[in-house]
């Protein structure tokens, strides 16, 4: 069974430009989460997705941040436009419903954003 | 709210000799809590759980953790490392009920030398 994915695994822009994070998360799981970590800090969330809806995006710094799923499978966080704080790996994970409320979520290797 | 401390940024060990990593959590409710492992290049893999049953909880590769509520700790142990054990690893808390999001440690540094 394939992992959860992420393209792409680095990306350098400048900053002012805009830049899409693409997660495809494992087969048949609804949950979608995207966290990020910035240099020197914890990781952080950002938002969950239950299959195309939006459960909880408190976690979004600004309103230069868009997340979308559209019909429920892959998800892009779309930064737009980028800072130099906008730096960092960002993490996709998702996971399965009925895991019996244990929150067991499988994790993409990351996307490296490096804003110039 | 949650939080969670990992007291060592880095650790460093000899190859055969124990691994401690230590981690303190604080939450207002009955937490869920995990250690992830991040290979250079890697995802963030699962090493174990606790959510609310044995205290003392096994993982892979030959680690566990224990789960004690007085002192608030949930800290990681192997008894000999090995030098595929170098890594970054996370302890992690969630509420334990739901689909919760996770609350991050900043991350220890393990480094296995021969």
Redesign the interface.
């Known amino acids: 069974e394939a ?2 994915t992420q393209f792409p695994s680095h990306s350098v822009i400048e900053k002012g430009q805009t830049v899409t994070l693409r997660c495809d998360p494992i087969s048949g799981h609804d ?1 979608l ?1 995207w ?1 990020r970590r910035v240099m020197g ?5 950002l938002l ?1 997705f ?1 299959k195309e809806s939006k ?2 995006e408190s ?1 979004m710094p600004n309103n230069r941040f868009l997340a979308e799923r559209t019909g429920g499978t892959y998800s892009t966080l779309k930064v737009q436009p980028a800072e130099l704080e906008d730096s960092g790996v960002y ?1 996709c ?1 998702s ?1 399965h ?1 009925g895991t ?11 996307t490296r954003l490096t804003v110039l | 709210a949650q939080s969670v401390t990992q007291l060592d940024s880095h650790v460093s060990v000899s190859e055969g000799t124990p691994v401690l990593l230590r981690c303190n959590y604080s939450s207002s409710y009955s937490p869920s809590l995990f250690w992830y492992v991040q290979h250079p290049n890697k995802g963030l893999q699962l090493l174990l759980k606790y959510t609310s049953a044995a205290t003392l909880v096994k993982g892979i590769n030959g680690f566990e953790a224990e789960f004690k509520k007085s002192e608030t700790s949930f800290h990681l142990t192997k008894p000999s490392a090995h030098m595929s054990d170098a890594a970054e690893y996370f302890c992690v808390v969630s509420r334990n009920s739901g689909y919760s999001t996770l609350t991050f440690g900043k991350g220890t540094m393990l480094l296995v030398s021969p």
Request: net charge negative.
């Open positions: 992992g959860v949950n989460y966290y800090k914890e990781i952080k969330f969950h239950v459960q909880d976690g993490f994970a996971s419903p019996g409320g244990v929150n067991e979520q499988f994790f993409g290797p990351g």
